[in-house]
């Protein structure tokens, strides 16, 4: 199965393989892997250790290299209480995939009974802060061809080369777009899409000592373990061959990829999990990648000693800051900062519910990653922002006091809500200040009680405003808690801001005058982007807004999926002939074509009585399909899978 030519692996060092099934030219297949398997879902740690195959006491060993850099690369080594296998645990080389760094840090506080790891959780932990794919290109293609000298991340690639070195096994863990599947399904379900896919350069690699690391079957095996956990079926985890050694594969660019260095130059078996994008949860994803990293340490024969799972929200608990290297102070997310014009403000510690992943930037400041353990002048307002990750936790007020002011420099409480309580229809979301809570035109918005940092008293006299809205009667005088919204004829367009496909509304609380805390409410527009139609002869095909169709009269064509771009499709109906039935996503809606008229009759998609799309559709002689746009009508031909 895509087997083909294989390009000759060159260097190839003598690592160690242990775990997955390797062939010996001719004899049969070895099988290696453990009899525990561990729902895990966990917290992992590690440095650059050479492990010794006498029996070790567990331990953990953490290193940073390129510390108070933009480079700065955390590597934690966990040995276990008896020798084993290696697997090199690998999240964030490219900064935009959170269910991958996020998945790998939590193995950087486990124990383990048996075998030993390597955690890289942030490879590019400046592009994971500014969530960008690479702040200097892409760091997963660095691992090949020339890299330039003033390249940031040549000598982190070095690091991971040198770690791999020290490997049995690689994971690459990742986020991609949409669902891999063999076959076209749709536009974000086909062979192009990466998401919910175990990915490998092969589905065998012969080595240059003669043995064959059967990649394929390792996968299959994983996938059994972890797909039998994961419910719905359409997010459960695929074997994507990408060929990279193959002359004719499309995936060329992987070449020069982690895992591809680490299968053919070192000869160990590396694979890449990624989970999709298109979930929108991030923490769903992170509990996917646990679950088949862990699949993985079993088929590794590498056994956790104490498994554990957390993945809550970021709180900062305070900082600890100096002002002109005057006594430390302690300033929580309630505070605000005060100093004068060209006083130096230092970070000495950010204390948070997290260890690992944090960030305190001042605003204006020269570095790009991180302000801790730094003196920083300011010169003119400002905040500190705190970060996990990419996340953002909390930003502390740095104001400049007046010359004639009397005020002293030093912290001042600042009066903040923490979050906003926004029931949209049935469900209650929290949203903190900065967040912004995407609804669907038509969707009923209640806003209840904010949560602040003010006494029960003062909070009283709090006001919370939904800019555009202008409430007729309200429990609580001048404001707008307590009202049922409808986002299709309650808000005034003119104090919405055109973001995108969204209309941002702004969510305030005010205090007197003073606004206290502010969120925005993002309506989108819903649409039709296209039908999954399966005739009863066995076709299945996709069919777009404003397509026609033509049916012969023995056809019946059921409606297998409507996707529209919004979330949530419980609230569709399909409309035709002045008839309407709810859309239940179980594919029994079917249209039998020997009770259509010779007249076209569109097919509506209507959500709370508003058509979000339609297609045509007539009684013919033939099954046809085409599709509208500025050109004559154009047959299109059915797509089979």
Known sequence: MGHCSQIPPQGLSSARISGAEISHGGSGPLMWSSATYWRLGIALALSLLLFSASSVSA???????????????????????????????LGGIQGDEPGGYLAADLYADISLKVGNLIVVPRANFLSIVENTRGVEGDMNRKFAGRIEPSDRELAIVGIIKELMKKSDYFLNLHDGSGFYSPQWESPVRNPMRFGQSIIADADQFARSDGKVIQMEATVQRVLEKANRQIIPHNHQFRFNNHRTLCKDTVHMEQRKSATYHALTQLGIPAFGIETSKNIADYRLRVRYQTMVVNAFLEEFGIIPENPKIYLENPQLRYLIVSINGGTPIVVTGQDSIKAHKGDTVRIIHLEANYPRGLTARIKGSTRRLNDLDQEVVVTENSQIEIR??????????????????????????EPRVRYFCVRINDTTYMIEPGEHLQVTRGDTVVIQDPQTNLDKETEKAVRVDLRGFQATSSPYPMEDRGHRINTATDLQEKFGLKKGPATVFALQAKLNTKVVGESYIDIMEPRLEYFVLKESQGGTFVAYPEDRLELPENLVVKVLDIRINVP??????????????????????????????????????????????????????????????????????????
């Open 568 to 641: 949530g499709s419980s609230q569709l109906f399909l409309t035709m002939s002045g008839k309407s039935v709810r859309w239940e996503q179980t594919g029994s809606t079917g249209i039998d074509a020997s009770k259509l008229s010779e007249a076209e009759t569109p097919l509506d998609v209507t959500r709370n009585g508003r058509s979000l799309g339609r297609i045509w559709i007539k009684k013919g002689k033939a099954f046809r399909v085409y599709s509208r746009g500025d050109k004559p009508y154009v047959p299109v031909s059915r797509a089979r899978y």
């Open 388 to 413: 996990k990750d990419r996340f953002h936790v909390v930003d502390i007020p740095l104001e400049i006091i007046p010359d004639s002011s009397p005020v002293s420099a030093g912290i001042h409480f």
């Open 59 to 89: 331990e953990t060993a953490h290193k940073v290299y390129f510390k108070g850099t933009d480079s700065a690369l955390d590597v934690y080594t966990i040995s276990g209480s008896s020798p084993g296998p290696t697997l090199l645990l």
